[in-house]
């Protein structure tokens, strides 16, 4: 059995954190389960979303932001529609993402390596080149065969930019990164 | 009105079908449609799920570009663009949040004060231009064509930042596709979650969950889903081949975008609406169609040549009865 002493492993400022970023109040929870009753991705979590959310009233950052939930929340606002306390759970999980990479923990490897990939093509771009941002992710992960069963589907459709679509204001969009990486290390 | 136009990155690639047939039904319904000079990336999900004020930043930038040219609202046809754009002018009413995002742009953060509105094409088209305008213009009404409506989960969630429509139970697309001729079936999974951006890094997601939604669709008798989003599209169209089917069993479910079918009722030529950009061959809904309203006609010949036999019948009778009576 796996118990734990909810004193010892009461994070404060964490618990505090969270609720300043999300505007949250976490305590309104009472566990009601809706959350998770309507998660689409529960059945690829490893703690369910009202877990988590009891977690973060225990102060278990641990517990919650080594978790592999965070990482395939599908951001669909589900449980931010049905929550009868009115929490926006969906904002929680976006900050939960927030604080875990700035600690640099990151359960689900392979999410944030295609966010990071879609992000480094808008900074060099100004906006997103599709097939640049999939050939990223397939050289920082080694997975050569992604969705190669889909190229005979999708190449004779002409839809796929061989080449990126640049703005002008690019080096206003990088401004915006740099500035973001900036405030970041402050 | 003064209406700006936002049509996101995935408008230039995978989705052009979506781009070139909102374009050309908004053309055909008289709605001008101003781009957004140089517009940028919003972000999309993996500038939300890393930083709210990146998120914010990257959204205010085209929002200012908007106000700039003289424009009141933004149009946008992709849900993932409207969420981000919506909820960053959503957040910008707070200080802190407008004095962060100001501090990554090159513009003060006064301009962000008071950002044009934003709005899905699909609620341009339904208040602005309005049912009753949009019927009046069919002129090859979408007869037999069953379709199952899904509008993705973050179109009008979470309900105090989008304040379109029902949250759970959108109906204007249902509405709209009954305006054009078709027939709108019973789709229970309206607004659930189809695996987002999870197909490249997490194929299984992707597989049950489009699987789920594909085969309501199959079970409810639709001959195609309507969608309003590139990322749902791509998942139940592209990746129809990687999802699992309920029950195992498969069928060919094209996908179109509610702004193909719409230009197509409005009589807006096919090689305007990038219909053969789908890769769920569209012509397989078509034929369906045919079928049904062929099956219908010709089940109403049957019901009208009994009826007629019955009378003639009853006609027969009441003489043959007159005769015995003289």
Redesign the interface.
């Known amino acids: 059995m796996d118990v734990t002493n909810l004193e010892s492993v009461r994070d404060d400022d964490f618990i505090h954190a969270v609720m300043e970023e999300s505007g949250q109040d976490l305590t309104h929870c009472y566990q009601c389960g809706n959350c998770t009753a309507g998660c689409?991705?529960g059945?690829?979590y490893d703690i369910q979303v009202s877990q988590i959310m009891r977690n973060l009233q225990a102060g278990r950052k641990d517990k919650v932001l080594n978790s592999r939930s965070i990482w395939?929340c599908?951001?669909?606002?589900?449980c931010?529609?049905r929550c009868p306390n009115n929490i926006?759970v969906?904002r929680v999980m976006?900050v939960l993402?927030?604080i875990a990479?700035r600690e640099g923990r990151v359960a689900?490897r392979?999410?944030t390596?295609?966010?990071?990939a879609?992000?480094a093509s808008?900074r060099k771009h100004?906006?997103?080149y599709?097939?640049g941002v999939?050939a990223n992710?397939v050289a920082r992960t080694g997975r050569v065969w992604?969705?190669i069963?889909?190229l005979p589907?999708?190449a004779p459709?002409?839809?796929?930019?061989p080449m990126p679509?640049g703005?002008?204001?690019r080096d206003?969009?990088a401004?915006?990164?740099q500035?973001?990486e900036e405030?970041?290390t402050r | 009105m003064n209406l700006a136009y936002y049509p996101g990155c995935s408008g230039l690639g995978t989705s052009r079908e979506y781009e070139r047939s909102t374009r050309a039904a908004c053309t055909a319904l008289g709605v001008k449609l101003t781009d957004i000079p140089d517009w940028s990336c919003c972000g999309s999900t993996p500038a939300h799920a890393l930083e709210h004020a990146l998120s914010g930043a990257l959204s205010a930038r085209n929002l200012v570009g908007a106000a700039k040219v003289g424009c009141d609202t933004v149009a946008t046809p992709c849900p993932s663009c409207l969420s981000n754009l919506k909820t960053a002018r959503h957040r910008m009413a707070d200080d802190g949040f407008r004095a962060k995002v100001g501090r990554l742009l090159d513009q003060p953060a006064e301009k962000l004060a008071d950002l044009p509105d934003v709005q899905s094409v699909l609620e341009t088209l339904v208040t602005r231009v309005g049912l009753d305008a949009i019927r009046a213009k069919v002129r090859q009404p979408l007869a037999g064509l069953r379709v199952a409506p899904y509008y993705g989960c973050i179109m009008t969630r979470p309900a105090d930042v989008m304040r379109f429509d029902d949250p759970e139970n959108p109906t204007s697309m249902d509405d709209l596709l009954t305006a054009l001729g078709a027939e709108v079936v019973p789709f229970p999974y309206k607004v659930e979650c189809c695996g987002a951006s999870y197909g490249v890094t997490r194929r299984d997601i992707v597989a049950r969950l489009s699987g789920r939604l594909l085969g309501a669709a199959r079970d409810a008798g639709a001959h195609a889903v309507v969608v309003a989003c590139p990322l749902c599209q791509m998942n139940l169209d592209l990746r129809q081949t990687q999802v699992e089917w309920p029950g195992g069993r498969a069928v060919d479910m094209p996908v179109f975008y509610f702004t193909q079918l719409l230009g197509r009722a409005l009589g807006v030529p096919d090689a305007e609406l990038g219909l053969e950009q789908l890769c769920v061959d569209p012509a397989i809904a078509f034929r369906r169609a045919a079928q049904a309203v062929a099956a219908r006609q010709a089940e109403e010949a049957a019901l009208a040549a009994k009826a007629a036999a019955k009378a003639a019948q009853a006609k027969q009778a009441a003489s043959a009865n007159e005769g015995g009576r003289a």
């Open positions: 689409p991705c059945f690829a395939l599908l951001s669909c606002s589900s931010t529609t926006d969906a976006d993402r927030h990479r689900e392979g999410v390596t295609f966010w990071d879609f992000l808008v100004g906006r997103v599709e097939l999939v992710y992604t969705d069963d889909l589907r999708i459709k002409g839809k796929l930019s679509h703005i002008q204001g206003e969009i401004r915006i990164f500035r973001y405030e970041r």
